[in-house]
């Protein structure tokens, strides 16, 4: 795991260096959010165990914060912005390194409350199907 983190200018082909993250991890999930964050979730710390933690990156400013951790540890898990906004966290491998049946929901506004729900069948990098947005009414 590393805390160092680049973004990549696809104009250029090139990489930069922004802020490092609070918290070394890998195998985690890095989520764009409508107001132009980066929710960067759970995944394994520095010793290679799951972690619940989650961090919030500003494009503007280049800076990392900690946020409202999720319910359960979990790495190898998929997380996908749904339409209403919030963050579905799903499946992985949770803390014992069993493939987790949980789910939850991350809300970026007012303030990050994940909500656990299980899945039928515990799942490793699932890919939920996304939902159609809902259009505008005339």
Do not use: C, K
């Not at 805390?3 to 930069?16: D, F, K, N, Q, V």
């Not at 190898?76 to 966290?89: F, Y």
């Not at 039928?120 to 259009?135: E, I, S």
């Amino acid at each position: 795991p590393i805390a160092s983190a680049e973004l990549y200018h696809p104009e250029s082909g090139t990489w930069t260096f922004t802020g490092s993250l609070n918290t070394a991890r890998d195998l985690h999930s890095a989520t764009l959010l409508t107001n132009g964050t980066v929710l960067v979730a759970a995944g394994a710390d520095i010793s290679g165990n799951p972690t619940a933690g989650a961090e919030l990156y500003n494009p503007a400013t280049g800076s990392w914060s900690v946020t409202g951790s999720l319910n359960a540890a979990r790495e190898l898990h998929s997380a996908t912005l749904l339409a209403n906004g919030m963050v579905l966290v799903a499946g992985g491998f949770d803390s014992n390194f069993n493939v987790s049946a949980s789910a939850e929901l991350y809300e970026s506004q007012p303030s990050p409350t994940p909500t656990p729900t299980p899945t039928a069948t515990p799942r490793v990098t699932p890919r939920p199907r996304p939902t159609p947005h809902p259009r505008p009414t005339p």
